[in-house]
């Protein structure tokens, strides 16, 4: 039977809770999305139509705190896709022990098919249609796939129009003018590059292994700039248009550069640097491979290919279950995305609290901060692994499972209320 994307998301929770002793209620919380919001978004193109757009907006779990999670504008997103988003920042936030609980967002829509002012209408129509259940102490939503800074600056603005008081700390992910954090930018990357580099013993890569990246948007980008900085060689990389590879390694300008006019692929050159098959870059002879495009690109027909020793997740959800036993089969090592992607939400809620004191901080002070969180939870959950045998996937649930119990038992469990 086909299973939805939440449901396969589901069998992470259930391998996990084996590992620890649960209450029952804990698991009849985290089993279903507390509230998942749908409207058509209509706004006026720029020849005077009008169109309308399918929008959502999914709170999870708030256990732990206000929800919090992207916003996606994709032609392809669906409302399974943001509900299982939502669940996995529920697990993320709980991994990273940020006062949070879990969401996301999701417009139907292909932004590059938009002009920029009508991408404005639209962002400022989403926040008119969900500025009910948004607020910076119910939901915050921040960027993610095809969402940037920009269009976080215009619904923050239109949030604040809405209630009538400037309002930063209801989105993430803004602009610094309008009180984003420095760092945020580079910082769902640079997380799981000091994840990675806490554990390069450990995980057996370091300075001159050969890296291919999958997908070249904000988290690509920038991953391949902090690697290629400190000694890796980037020998494959793709985007949406296809990808390109290059034995002797790719310079990370050079790709940064491509890409910002148009696409990687533009660096071919016919001889050393090759276009490949876009599914091809995952099977290519390299160390580490980082997924940074869009979920389930790892699956049950391509997953035999890799042969990398260590994949980090910088995407979320890249690695379908039947890909992540194949892989766990042949000794890859896995750093999952609730782990290895946290650089971002744990950024946007130094940016929350920065908005929230009205006080900002040096981004030495962000950079140091992540660090110590990512290193600390990383090495919990390494740590975790060892003991117990398991993934570092499974012990990832685990370490966040045990946080969000002990917050939903906090408010009583049917054991209390019978005995
Ligand atoms: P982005 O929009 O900046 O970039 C997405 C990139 O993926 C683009 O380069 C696009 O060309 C490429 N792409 C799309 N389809 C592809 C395909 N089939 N094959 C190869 N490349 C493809 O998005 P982003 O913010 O970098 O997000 C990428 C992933 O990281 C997503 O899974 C997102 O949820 C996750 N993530 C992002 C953040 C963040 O702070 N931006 C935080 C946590 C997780």
Redesign the pocket.
């Known amino acids: 039977m086909h299973q939805s994307m939440l449901e396969q998301a589901l069998t992470r929770l259930e391998d996990a809770a084996r590992h620890l002793q649960l209450d029952q209620d804990v698991l009849e919380k985290l089993k279903y999305p507390r509230e998942t919001t749908k409207t058509r978004l209509m706004i006026r193109m720029d020849d005077g139509s009008r169109k309308s757009f399918m929008a959502w907006r999914c709170r999870y779990d708030d256990t732990r705190g206000p929800t919090k999670g992207?916003i996606?504008f994709h032609p392809d997103s669906t409302m399974d896709e943001v509900e299982t988003?939502a669940f996995w920042m529920t697990f993320k936030c709980a991994v990273m022990n940020l006062p949070y609980g879990g969401g996301k967002g999701a417009v139907q829509v292909d932004p590059h098919l938009l002009s920029k002012a009508e991408l404005e209408r639209l962002s400022r129509a989403y926040m008119q249609a969900f500025a009910q259940i948004i607020g910076p102490e119910r939901d915050i939503p921040?960027?993610?796939?095809?969402t940037n800074a920009m269009i976080m600056g215009w619904m923050a603005d239109e949030y604040s129009s809405i209630v009538g008081k400037v309002s930063p700390a209801v989105i993430t992910?803004k602009p610094i003018a309008l009180g984003g954090s420095l760092g945020r930018d580079d910082?769902?990357a640079r997380g799981g590059f000091y994840l990675l580099r806490h554990l390069e013993e450990q995980l057996g890569v370091g300075p001159g292994s050969t890296v291919a990246i999958?997908?070249?948007?904000?988290?690509?980008t920038h991953m391949a700039r902090l690697l290629a900085d400190v000694g890796y060689k980037i020998v494959a990389v793709?985007?949406?248009?296809g990808a390109i590879h290059a034995r002797d390694g790719l310079d990370a300008a050079a790709l940064i550069e491509a890409?910002r006019t148009g696409s990687v692929t533009k660096l071919a050159d016919g001889g050393a640097v090759r276009v490949i098959d876009?599914d091809a870059l995952i099977g290519v002879e390299c160390d580490l491979l980082v997924p940074?495009?869009?979920?389930d690109?790892i699956h049950e027909g391509n997953a035999d290919t890799v042969k990398a020793r260590v994949v980090i997740e910088?995407?979320?959800g890249?690695v379908t279950p039947e890909a992540d036993e194949i892989l766990g089969r042949k000794g890859v090592i896995i750093l999952p995305?609730i782990l290895a992607?946290a650089g971002?939400?744990t950024v946007s809620y130094f940016e929350w609290v920065q908005n929230r004191q009205g006080y900002y901080w040096s981004v030495g002070e962000i950079h140091e901060r992540l660090k110590v969180s990512m290193e600390s939870e990383g090495a919990a959950i390494w740590e975790l692994a060892r003991q117990r045998g398991i993934s570092v996937r499974a012990a990832a649930y685990v370490h966040a499972l045990g946080r969000l119990s002990d917050a939903i038992e906090a408010h009583g469990t049917q054991q209390f209320f019978t005995s």
């Open positions: 992207g996606r988003l921040a960027p993610d796939v095809y992910g910082a769902t999958q997908g070249f948007g904000n988290a690509g793709s985007d949406s248009k890409k876009a940074a495009a869009l979920e690109l910088l995407a979320n890249p995305d992607n971002g939400v």
